[in-house]
């Protein structure tokens, strides 16, 4: 047979009415006219392929489609209760069960089971809140049919025996009503004026193909969240409804070793208010007399180009379960990661992403679109790096630290941002900066940690060397942060206090805060080592030199104990850029703080950044200052030395003096320097000192000492 290809210019990706539409389409012709049917998106339409042509197609919506039977005797105006609020939806409930046309047998059946099961549960009263989760049980016992899609989708139970509890999940309010409004009353009044009554047959075309002979198409019934304040026909919510049964809900074990149970909706998490441009707090939470409660959540709902069949649709839906490396997608950070990850079916293209957020009038919610999540094509490389963050359950520690009533709005801040920069870089995997910003925003939470708020998440996890090539931008900065990140203590490198980590943060062995008191009253301890606080970054990178010192004096040695790990040190060409201000020093410290968290232990020289040795070489003088501040003997065991008071001098503008300091020390040790005087500004004799906070290796050191002296045999 020959297959037609519909374009459905009225179903789009948004309002979410007609993304369901398109669902419903699908769902009823592959059912009930052409079980090969397959549809798919393109742009922002869908497309139906279907031996029915377009005539076709109209005259079976019109004459032959058989509607789902959809009921909630468990809540509102739902035709099966007597009383003035009942009224509407009781008299076209009653006009399905006296109609003659074959088309509504399977309602009747229904209907007809629904009314017995009534008796048998409450009397054919209207159930109270202990009665309503034993309804439901019954009713999945005893209803049989298309009419177990609804069920699925309004509705689950919790629990067992006397323990039960019912679930409703968002798409459809409260099990099948909004407020005060009813989605069944007004399904049941819109199959009354399209299939009984034939009202509406001109607006058809316009709810398929976007066309119309006759532009008064409003209806006077609501479509609820679904199409929030916008024109709409009846036709638009007979078939968003018979969509909306595809996304069914199902009970999902917690644990292999728990019998508490849990309600799972597809690709339904709970509200995270980032990752797009109108975010507000506020849409994480619904107000109830003034106080915030949990929202009503989000909804994620699949794009794909592939055509499919119906049945195929539905088990997306079924298996929606998005999952990550820890488990199912829980919120919005989880949802991105699995998605980026591939730990959803095959298939998916994009995802529309819809908050149910609450109205100004407090008892209703809208469906708000909130952006789009493009799947990667294929897996990135890098992507798994964001793994990290999940160790320990970081980042459930910190989303949850967050939302503590008592948290500090910078703290709050500072987490959606994070939640922003994890957004982006999943959507753009192979950009150094996506990953740069998620490391800023890394050590901004850090700094906030440190003030003493949210600290209870821990540090950041060890990260893994694979994040320094993502986020390498080929930059002069991005080496520097990294070189100053990974020093050590050369004669104690492999133990947790030679990182410099604990000078930004107050650390109790690898990975952990120091903090005093139990419960309530815990405090992140006030250690002195802790000198680099985020506020300049050449006040910060003095303040590393000048500790590290004071550590050696301490424990009387003449160096300065900060060495790179293997081949990460830094560069006279990258040094020479940052004595000249050609380097952003307050960005490289704090890219520095983030990279402080890359796991020694499994760091490789071949992760180190290539650079250019080939310009921008320090100046003489400084050269002499950075030889009499090494950290391990040159050559023979040729030890230079420090003086404690060469820092000082720098410190407070006085470079000629540092410089006539560094030079006895070279020449004491037998190294002679062609340059005699240093005359520099006061400015840039604190970035003299604050370029000694980055390391260099031993052919560094050697390049140096050869330039100084090129008759010094090092």
Known sequence: MKMHIHELSGCAPA???????????????????????????????????????RDALERFFLEKYEPTPIFNPWGGRSGFYPGSSEKSA????????????????VYKETVKVVRATLTTVTKGKKPDDDDKSRLIQ?????????????LDAVASIIGAGNELEVKHPAIFGTGGNEGSGSYTAAYMAAIEQCLMKKAWAHALPLVLFSESTNPHCDWAQSM??????????????????????????????????????????????????????????IDEFKLNKGKELPGQGEQWFPLWRQPMLASEVSQMFVDGRATTVRGKAVDAWSMVRAIASLGVRQGIHEFVRYGYQQRNNLATHFAVPLGRFRVPEKLSPQLPCLDDLDRYRWLFTLRREARDKNAPARFRQAERALGDALFAVTQ????????????????????????????????????????VAAANDGSAEFRLALALALQTDPDNRYDWTSSVRRHWLPMQGRGQFAKSGTGTQT?????TDVVIHGRSGLDDAIALVRRRLIEAAQNGRRRLPLAPTQRDGATPADIGRLLAGGIDLDRTLELSRALMALDLRRWKGDCVPPS????????????AIRLAHLP???????????????????????????????????????IGTTVQCATVSPETARLWAAALAFPISKNTAGYFVRRLDPNANI
Request: with cysteine.
């Open 632 to 670: 391990w003997p040159l050559k023979d065991g040729l030890e230079i030395g420090i003086d404690p008071a060469i820092l000082r001098r720098l410190e407070s503008g006085d470079a000629a003096t540092a410089f006539e300091l560094a030079r006895r020390r070279l020449r004491a040790a037998g």
């Open 15 to 53: 309002p979410l009415a007609h993304y369901l539409k398109a669902l419903g389409i699908l769902r009823l012709v592959a059912e009930q006219a052409d079980p090969q049917a397959r549809g798919w998106w393109e742009g922002e339409r869908f497309r139906l392929a279907t031996v029915l042509g």
């Open 612 to 623: 250019s040795w080939q310009h921008d070489t320090p100046d003489d003088a400084w050269l």
């Open 224 to 281: 609820g969240q679904f199409i929030p304040g916008a024109a709409a026909t009846p036709w638009d919510l007979l078939l968003a409804l018979e969509g909306g049964c595809i996304v069914r809900s199902a009970v999902a074990t917690r644990s292999s070793t728990s019998s508490t149970r849990w309600m799972s909706s597809p690709f339904y998490m709970a509200p995270t208010s980032f990752g797009y441009p109108s975010e507000a707090r």
């Open 523 to 527: 405090r992140l301890l006030k250690r």
């Open 428 to 467: 753009n995997p192979e950009n150094p900066a996506d990953w740069q910003a998620v490391l800023l925003a890394l050590a901004k939470v850090e700094a906030v940690m440190v003030s003493g708020s949210g600290f209870r998440a821990g540090p950041i996890p060890p990260l893994r060397p694979e994040w």
């Open 138 to 150: 019954s009713l999945r016992h005893s209803v049989r049919g298309k009419s177990t899609l609804w």
């Open 90 to 105: 009781r008299l076209v409930l009653e006009n399905i069960e006296q109609t003659s046309d074959l088309r509504f047998k």
